[in-house]
């Protein structure tokens, strides 16, 4: 028998606000044709004035805890992953953990567009490790707050929003028929710090800064260290990219998101994509195209779930999961 954690449910929460390519036509020098053709983005959601971080995660752990169908009281681990906390400290997990009244302990992780990977690999070995029994994993960002709005090269490109999912330990056989999260492959590569990054923070400017991006050179490293994780992930449970059900990839630009379904020969009604409503979300993303696929009923109970990340850092990751 192996320690394993299983994914009692599932939530998520946008804000109401849609902000269209044709909004983002009258604010900067862009085009729906532009962003609709290099990204795939047609529109994204942006938090209202107002509307924090902790808010859009409490939403959808709350849909989540509902979701289970646990109380919140049973959750003693909160694993938030988040570029955009509402303070620069305290961890914006610990709002979370007072508006929900969960016990145990409560933590932000950092990783950008792959930190919904990073949260659920820390969350799962806090559980194998016997030091949570029940955790809830959050992916929340109010992206919109980090952008320069007269940078047209990053603005039309992100969304805020949260996504949540339970997990709660159980005894597994220890092969891949197991339900839950598989495996979890992490990777950061600090010599690409520059790559993608905001220009300010408390220890170097005192402000909170604006993201900056060398978008072209993110793409190249995307897909072949994105295929690499996945590799990993597939061979460290003796498992083909045949046995994915569904592909549930970070929504950062839909010709990344093709680039490796098309590597990995995996059929494009097998991929999620939710980069035409959503934007990039960052750690949101993730958990959120999950969600949407498990509310509609695209993903089924014992359906195998790719998960795959690269962000700001570099750092990237995948994680194997059995709904
Ligand atoms: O989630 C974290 C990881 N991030 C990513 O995965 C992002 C990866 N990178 C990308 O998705 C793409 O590189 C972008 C979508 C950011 C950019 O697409 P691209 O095809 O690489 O375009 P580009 O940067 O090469 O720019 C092409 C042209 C430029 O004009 P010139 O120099 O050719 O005259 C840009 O100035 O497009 C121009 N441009 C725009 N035009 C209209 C850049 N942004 C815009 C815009 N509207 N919003």
């Not at 959050?138 to 992100?158: K, P, Q, Y």
């Not at 597939?234 to 083909?240: D, P, R, S, V």
């Amino acid at each position: 028998m192996v320690k394993r954690s299983r994914v009692l449910g599932c939530g998520t929460y946008l804000p109401a606000n849609v902000v269209t390519n044709q909004d983002l036509e009258r604010r900067v020098d862009t085009t729906d044709e532009w962003i609709v053709q290099r990204t795939g983005i047609k529109s994204r959601h942006l938090a209202a004035d107002g509307e924090l971080t902790s808010d859009l995660a409490i939403g959808a752990a709350t849909r989540a805890l509902d979701h289970a169908g646990i109380p919140a009281s049973s959750i003693d681990c909160i694993v938030l992953a988040t570029t955009t906390p509402d303070n620069t400290f305290p961890a914006t997990a610990t709002k979370v953990q007072a508006a929900l009244g969960t016990l145990g302990f409560a933590m932000d992780i950092q990783a950008v567009c792959a930190g919904f990977v990073y949260a659920l690999s820390v969350a799962d070995n806090m559980i194998r490790g016997g030091q949570a029994r029940r955790a809830l994993v959050i992916g929340a960002e109010t992206f919109s707050r980090i952008l320069d709005w007269n940078d047209r090269t990053t603005c039309v490109l992100f969304g805020d929003g949260a996504g949540a999912v339970v997990l709660e330990g159980y005894d597994g056989k220890g092969d891949s028929s197991d339900r839950g999260v598989l495996s979890t492959h992490l990777h950061s590569d600090g010599t690409q710090y520059d790559l993608l990054y905001v220009d300010g923070g408390p220890s170097s400017t005192q402000t909170v800064g604006h993201v900056r991006m060398h978008g072209q050179e993110i793409f190249r490293h995307a897909v072949t260290k994105l295929s690499g994780v996945v590799e990993e992930a597939l061979a460290a449970n003796g498992l083909e990219s045949t046995d994915i059900d569904w592909m549930v990839p970070h929504q950062a630009n839909r010709r990344i998101i093709d680039g490796l379904a098309r590597k990995m020969k995996l059929p494009p009604e097998k991929v999620v994509l939710t980069v035409d409503r959503h934007g990039n979300t960052s750690a949101a993303s993730i958990p959120l195209a999950f969600g949407e696929a498990v509310a509609d009923g695209r993903i089924k109970r014992g359906d195998l779930v790719l998960m795959e990340a690269i962000g700001g850092g570099l750092t990237w990751g995948s994680a194997l999961i059995r709904w």
